[in-house]
């Protein structure tokens, strides 16, 4: 049996991280519910975007505060908590599909 972590959170810049490695911890728990924290050193913007778009709900760059880390992870877990509560009242009942969108979407591509 295999027990659903609450909260990720890795430094990229571990000698066994790759960039895939959140798709493989995916793998791992394939209903992610849990959010995923990386902190790196490696600043630029195409770096954070590439996080991001592996999957990384926040992308924290070196040197942070630990409060501001704290402050992520408590808005994370209690978004999340939020969710649950929603769907564990309301369930999915009355959401047609056509109400659903995807974020994906609704964000114009780099040049639009």
Known sequence: MCTMPDL???D?????W???SVQETEGRYPDKSYPVIMLTAK???GDK???LELGADDYIMK???AAELKARIRNL???RRRLQKYFREHGLFGIEEKDITSAR???PEEGD
């Open 12 to 16: 990229i810049m571990m000698p066994s």
């Open 77 to 79: 877990l209690d978004q």
């Open 63 to 65: 040197p942070f505060e």
């Open 8 to 10: 990720i959170i890795s």
């Open 43 to 45: 600043a630029t913007m």
């Open 18 to 20: 790759t960039d895939r």
């Open 105 to 107: 979407s609704e964000v």
């Open 49 to 51: 975007i590439n996080g």
